[in-house]
Antibody
Framework: QVQLQESGPGLVKPSETLSLSCTVS????????WSWIRQPPGKGLEWVGY???????NYNPSLKSRVTISVDTSKNHFSLRLSSVTAADTALYFC??????????WGQGTLVTVSS | QSALTQPPSASGSPGQSVTISCTGT?????????VSWYQQHPGKAPKTLIY???KRPSGVPDRFSGSKSGNTASLTVSGLQAEDEADYYC??????????FGTGTTLTVL
């Protein structure tokens, strides 16, 4: 059973870059899609973007100019960078295995607060 | 792309059935058979219940079923149990390698 664990700073200052990593255990990064999904406090889910193990990416159009997702197959993890953050980026960030068709495993999520 | 529309709340008594709708457009729900449903208990990660409109991942009880008609997908929970009380979200492929989530429905077991 694959397990995913998010890690990264829980507090980011406005205008700075949010960086999170997702470590995959119990399975290989290849050949799967890997997603980042976020949930603002008390609100619904929002797709951030996804990456295939080969490195092909796709991002939510509303975030595309600020998002970068990368994968490191040698370390079995993938990462999220979101630049120029504002309070609106405060959310619980989930990493997951799968893409637009089917997500079969989720991380437990990590809360990132944007505040000075 | 706009979020898919779900009713904010739904409810039912133990043992009853409840159906949650998810309305989109011909560009997402109506255009592809790639609708998924997720269950999320408070403070927990979502769990995938249904994918490709009506398929259940291994381990998901057959009390959960999915269907689609036109631009509206539906999740039916049969034989309601107390543990089914949770938030439910749909999602759909929306073309151009994008996907969109629904607004979410809070299910209350009376």
């Amino acid at each position: 059973q694959v397990q995913l664990q998010e890690s990264g700073p829980g507090l980011v200052k406005p205008s700075e870059t949010l960086s999170l990593s997702c470590t995959v255990s119990g399975g290989s990064i290849s050949p799967y899609y890997w997603s980042w999904i976020r949930q603002p406090p008390g609100k619904g889910l929002e797709w951030v973007g996804y990456i295939y193990s080969s490195g092909t990416t796709n991002y939510n159009p509303s975030l595309k100019s600020r998002v970068t997702i990368s994968v490191d197959t040698s370390k079995n993890h993938f990462s999220l960078r979101l630049s120029s953050v504002t309070a609106a980026d405060t959310a619980l960030y989930f990493c997951a295995r799968g893409g637009p068709i089917f997500i079969d495993s989720w991380g437990q999520g990590t809360l990132v607060t944007v505040s000075s | 792309q706009s979020a898919l529309t779900q009713p904010p709340s739904a409810s039912g008594s133990p043992g009853q059935s409840v159906t949650i709708s998810c309305t989109g457009t011909s560009s997402d729900v109506g255009g592809y058979n790639y609708v998924s449903w997720y269950q999320q208990h408070p403070g927990k990660a979502p769990k995938t219940l249904i994918y490709e409109v009506s398929k259940r991942p291994s381990g998901v009880p057959d009390r959960f079923s999915g269907s689609k008609s036109g631009n509206t997908a539906s999740l039916t929970v049969s034989g309601l149990q107390a543990e089914d009380e949770a938030d439910y979200y749909c999602s759909s492929y929306a073309g151009n390698d994008n996907y969109v989530f629904g607004t979410g429905t809070t299910l209350t077991v009376l």
